[in-house]
Structure formats: structure tokens, C-alpha cells
């Protein structure tokens, strides 16, 4: 939280993995932890990313609000599964 309040502080503890940044490299933002999927070019998954692969299905990002969404994302899984098992 200490970090949070005070620059020199976040600025001390991002050194020991960027050594050469400085106060002046950064901007306030937003604050909070998401992961994001990102592509193989660096582009952020801003979308529902469903993969079949083999006889696997892998649900690579959910983005917000994955919660409500989750039945029309079991519906989506539910379909691959079908496919598979038909084809």
C-alpha cells in the first residue's frame, strides 16, 4: 500500500526490475490487477477467445464481464464439444 501513496516508493521498487527508470518515465493511471491475453504481435485479446485444438478446447480469454457471460461461453464450449465428437 506504501507504494501506492508515494512515487518515490514505487519508483524504488520498479528499479529492482527496470534499473534505469525514472520518476519522470511514469504517468498516473488507473490502478488494479487483470490479466489479458495478449497475441503472439503484442496486441491485447479484447474479446472471447475459444480454441479447439486436437481433442481439446481451451478458453484462452474471458474478458469482463466473463461472469455474465458464462452461460453463452458454456453454450459456445458446449457446441465445440459436439463437433468434436461428431466429426
Known amino acids: 500500500m506504501g507504494r501506492s501513496l508515494s512515487k518515490p516508493a514505487f519508483v ?3 528499479q ?3 534499473p534505469d527508470i525514472r520518476a519522470e518515465h511514469l504517468a ?3 490502478s488494479g ?3 489479458q491475453a ?3 504481435d503484442g496486441s491485447i485479446v479484447d474479446d472471447f477467445r475459444i ?3 486436437d481433442r481439446a478446447i481451451h478458453v484462452l480469454n474471458a474478458p469482463s464481464p466473463a461472469a ?3 452461460l453463452s461461453i458454456g453454450e459456445q464450449v458446449a457446441a ?3 463437433d468434436m465428437i461428431s466429426s
Request: hydrophobic letters at 50%; zero cysteines; a positive charge.
Open 38 to 40: 495478449v497475441l503472439h
Open 80 to 82: 465445440l464439444v459436439e
Open 33 to 35: 490487477v487483470r490479466a
Open 28 to 30: 498516473p493511471g488507473g
Open 12 to 14: 524504488h521498487a520498479l
Open 51 to 53: 480454441v479447439r485444438q
Open 16 to 18: 529492482r526490475l527496470l
Open 68 to 70: 455474465t457471460a458464462s
